[in-house]
């Protein structure tokens, strides 16, 4: 698809915020694909049992669609646009993984502990946009989460269901100051495998 003059693109959007069914259909078109692709390399066999990417992929269009009508975003141009539904659809499979979790946990299912946990922080990280290369990130990610011990697993499981550093250094039976210490070499081994690290 050819890429519009920067003033087509903007009254693209503008139609779209307005409703215009054809303007929210090429808007669609201009992120589907490259959302559906990801979306099914994100899912990876934590959460592709409970969740569809088809499923996920309009749940994003849904959102944009949202934002744009509020005029929530500021968009320069397609690369932008499809940037900005790749974020949308990490922190929705990030989402869905914490759901997952907390369901888990409240309803007293400590099996796999661990599971899922490449799935999340790939999600929640930036990566390239290409299928292959997201793979291979993951591989990567996948590597890193082999070698985390026990409690460091534990760290990021609780902190990714929303718990606070204090409420988890209470949970696990170790100092604030301990636990500061361990938050910050975690941060540094995930930053090192280009794992984003800014909910942590």
């Known amino acids: 698809m050819s890429v519009p003059p920067a003033s087509e693109f903007t009254d693209l959007l503008a139609r779209a915020a307005d409703g215009d069914p054809s303007a929210l259909s090429e808007i669609s078109q201009r992120y589907d694909a490259k959302v559906r692709v990801v979306a099914r390399v994100l899912l990876g066999p934590a959460l592709r049992p409970y969740l569809d990417s088809a499923d996920l992929a309009q749940s994003v269009h849904k959102s ?103 409420e988890i250094a209470d949970k696990i039976g170790v100092s604030r100051v301990a636990l500061r210490v361990r938050l910050t070499r975690l941060r540094q081994r995930l930053q090192a495998s280009g794992i984003g690290t800014d909910w942590l």
């Open 64 to 166: 944009i669609l949202l934002g744009l009508r509020e005029s929530k975003y500021e968009i320069e141009g397609p690369d932008q646009l499809v940037a900005l539904a790749l974020t949308v659809l990490r922190r929705k499979a990030a989402k869905h993984w914490r759901h997952l979790k907390r369901q888990r946990r409240l309803s007293g299912d400590g099996s796999n502990r661990d599971e899922g946990l490449t799935d999340v922080l790939t999600a929640l990280s930036q990566p390239s946009e290409d299928p292959a290369d997201l793979v291979q990130f993951r591989d990567q990610v996948d590597h890193l989460c082999t070698h985390l011990d026990e409690v460091e697993r534990q760290v990021l499981d609780l902190r990714m269901e929303g718990f606070t550093p204090s």
